[in-house]
């Protein structure tokens, strides 16, 4: 079992940057792999991108590549995002989540963390 813990979120400008840590707890990190989702108010959840358990390997949706990066610290328990030239349409909740299956596959993400606000003005 792991518990995730999101922070880095707040207010910034459109065209600004943020990084988003998610801290897990727990002996086994490196055997998850590691996604980031969003949801906005009103909308379904969303898919932000994706780490398999080496680090190795990365997947992003096409709207989101060049913007937005992910990465992860095996030794700190840590997996970050970093996301810039941020627009309003990137406002929403972002959520860490954890899973023991490949990366690829959202629908085996089961652990997931509380959640860290983030809002784009313009």
């Known amino acids: 079992q792991v518990q995730l813990l999101e922070s880095g979120g707040g207010l910034v400008q459109a065209g600004g940057s943020l990084r988003l840590s998610c801290a897990a707890s727990?002996?086994?990190?490196?055997?998850?792999?590691l996604g980031w989702f969003r949801q906005a108010p009103g909308k379904e959840r969303e898919f932000v991108t994706a780490?398999?358990?080496?680090?190795?390997?990365?997947v992003y949706p096409d709207s989101l590549k060049g913007r937005f990066t992910i990465s992860r610290d095996n030794a700190k328990n840590t997996v970050f995002l970093q996301m810039n030239d941020l627009r309003p349409e990137d406002t929403a909740v972002y959520y860490c989540?954890?899973?023991?299956?490949?990366?690829?596959?959202?629908?085996?993400?089961?652990?997931w963390g509380q959640g860290t606000q983030v809002t784009v003005s313009s």
């Open positions: 727990g002996r086994t990190f490196s055997s998850y792999a």
């Open positions: 780490i398999d358990q080496s680090g190795d390997n990365k």
């Open positions: 989540a954890a899973s023991l299956g490949s990366y690829l596959f959202t629908s085996a993400y089961t652990y």
